[in-house]
Nanobody, 119 residues
Framework: QVQLVESGGGLVQTGGSLRLSCASSGRSFSSLNMGWFRQPPGKERELVTRSWSGGVTYYADSVKGRFTLSRDNAKNTVYLQMNSLKPVDTAVYYC?????????????WGQGTQVTVSS
């Protein structure tokens, strides 16, 4: 099992910045593929960014150049630095951890943290 605890959400004005943190426990952090999803009001959850343990990182087009995922393996923590925030970035943000064992994929979620961008 993997436990994920998020922090860092809040209210920010358009153009501002926030950094989300997600602390992981329960499994070797370096073996996990880590990512961030978000769920805007009234919409489905969507992938924002994912980092695979081999070093590749994906970003959704809507956040490229503004958001940065980083991971600190010594602290078992993944971060999402969000700059130049826009009202459309308003959502509940969820940390996600994934690992594969054989043909099975195991996914774990944080509790979610609210990010609100005011215009």
């Amino acid at each position: 099992q993997v436990q994920l605890v998020e922090s860092g959400g809040g209210l920010v004005q358009t153009g501002g910045s926030l950094r989300l943190s997600c602390a992981s426990s329960g499994r070797s952090f370096s073996s996990l593929n880590m990512g961030w999803f978000r769920q805007p009001p009234g919409k489905e959850r969507e992938l924002v960014t994912r980092s695979w343990s081999g070093g590749v990182t994906y970003y959704a087009d809507s956040v490229k150049g503004r958001f940065t995922l980083s991971r600190d393996n010594a602290k078992n923590t993944v971060y999402l630095q969000m700059n130049s925030l826009k009202p459309v970035d308003t959502a509940v943000y969820y940390c996600n951890a994934e690992y594969r064992f054989g043909s099975s994929v195991f996914q774990f979620w944080g509790q979610g943290t609210q990010v609100t961008v005011s215009s």
